[in-house]
């Protein structure tokens, strides 16, 4: 697989040069929970990203670098099964929250850009986290039992995003697949688009 990241020009050409790792989203808003994220087959949208983050002051030198990647154990979540994961973690987060009494988080609109495509998914990273956390624990889900699950790589994800291409239609500008990578390994060489 292809994937493009968006970052700033003195962390890419370092990453290129000397092999710097690159570094992993951790926040709690991240659509795909934590990893590295790549934009799947599309440097023009890792572009854009990296051109917004700069506008916002985030860094000064917008830059691409791409990556080839190997999905591995992935949660593919424009697959039935994997949907079906986590439909069954969000049942469980909020059956936690509601003993514990805490409200679930919501995903939210950004203030600064897209109104409307509630940028900021709180929700979706709380449940995709607390996928990893079920997969990962040993009780729930032992080693050699007929129900394990490997615990996952990678994961992927579609998302609807922008204004219509064009009236009436159903394609939108900014849809993307995106790819947030959790093992390191994944990443099997980093490259310089041309």
């Keep these: 697989m292809l994937g493009y ?3 700033s020009e003195r962390l890419g050409r370092k990453a ?10 951790d926040k709690d808003y991240d659509w795909l929970g934590p990893g590295i994220y790549f934009w799947e087959n599309d440097p023009v949208r890792a572009r854009e990203w990296a051109e917004s983050k700069a506008a916002r002051g985030a ?5 691409v670098i791409g990556a080839l990647i190997d999905l591995s154990n992935c949660l593919d979540l424009l697959t039935r099964e994997n949907i079906e994961l986590l439909a069954f ?11 514990a009494g805490v409200d679930m988080p919501e995903n939210k609109d950004s203030r600064a850009v897209n109104r409307g495509d509630k940028l900021l998914r709180y929700r979706d990273c709380a449940v995709i986290r607390h996928l990893h956390e ?12 007929t129900t394990y699950i490997e615990p996952f790589d990678t994961v992927r994800g579609l998302f609807v995003e922008g204004k219509r291409a064009y ?3 159903g394609f939108f500008s900014k849809t993307h697949t995106q790819i947030a990578v ?3 390994r994944c990443i099997k060489g980093i490259f310089l688009p041309r």
């Excluded at 290129?16 to 989203?25: I, T």
């Excluded at 079920?134 to 039992?145: F, K």
């Design 5 to 7: 990241h968006g970052c």
């Design 16 to 25: 290129l040069s000397d092999g710097l790792p690159l570094e992993p989203s």
């Design 59 to 63: 860094y000064d030198d917008p830059f």
């Design 89 to 99: 973690a969000y049942e469980s987060l909020r059956d936690i929250n509601k003993t």
């Design 134 to 145: 079920i997969v990962e624990d040993e009780e729930a889900n032992p080693p050699g039992s």
């Design 167 to 169: 009236p009436g239609g």
């Design 182 to 184: 959790r093992n390191e």
